[in-house]
């Protein structure tokens, strides 16, 4: 059975930061591509960040430069850095993981790409 169990969101000011981790059981984050999703109240859920088998990284653009996904192979987690928080990222974040190992991917995917979620953790960033 694949779990991914999402912790770390929390409600900030505009400009703190957040780090958002996410434990996997039942497959290996460094055999297949896992990513950060997002939600807004009203909106489609949509990419943030993925991290290849290899570690080769995508990021949408209202994140570059602010956002950095990352794994630890040995607690087979996935993390994903947030400095910078701006209000438009409030959301319900979500982890997820590529049902096949060993893909990887140029650009980020939609939502229907991934087999496995976790249940999200809110953020909140208030200006």
């Known amino acids: 059975r694949v779990q991914l169990i999402e912790s770390g969101g929390g409600s900030v000011q505009s400009g703190e930061s957040l780090r958002l981790s996410c434990i996997v059981s039942?497959?290996?984050?460094?055999?297949?591509?896992m990513a950060w999703f997002r939600q807004a109240p009203g909106k489609e859920r949509e990419g943030v960040a993925d991290?290849?088998?290899?570690?080769?990284?995508n990021y949408a653009e209202s994140v570059k430069g602010r956002f950095t996904i990352s794994r630890d192979n040995d607690k087979n987690t996935v993390f994903l850095q947030m400095d910078g928080l701006k209000p438009e990222d409030t959301a319900m974040y979500y982890c997820?993981?590529?049902?096949?190992?060993?893909?990887?991917?140029?650009?980020?995917?939609?939502?229907?790409?991934?087999?496995?979620w976790g249940q999200g953790t809110q953020v909140s960033v208030s200006s």
């Open positions: 991290i290849d088998f290899r570690g080769d990284t």
């Open positions: 997820a993981a590529d049902g096949k190992p060993g893909r990887n991917y140029p650009s980020l995917l939609p939502a229907s790409r991934y087999s496995y």
């Open positions: 039942g497959v290996s984050v460094n055999t297949r591509a």
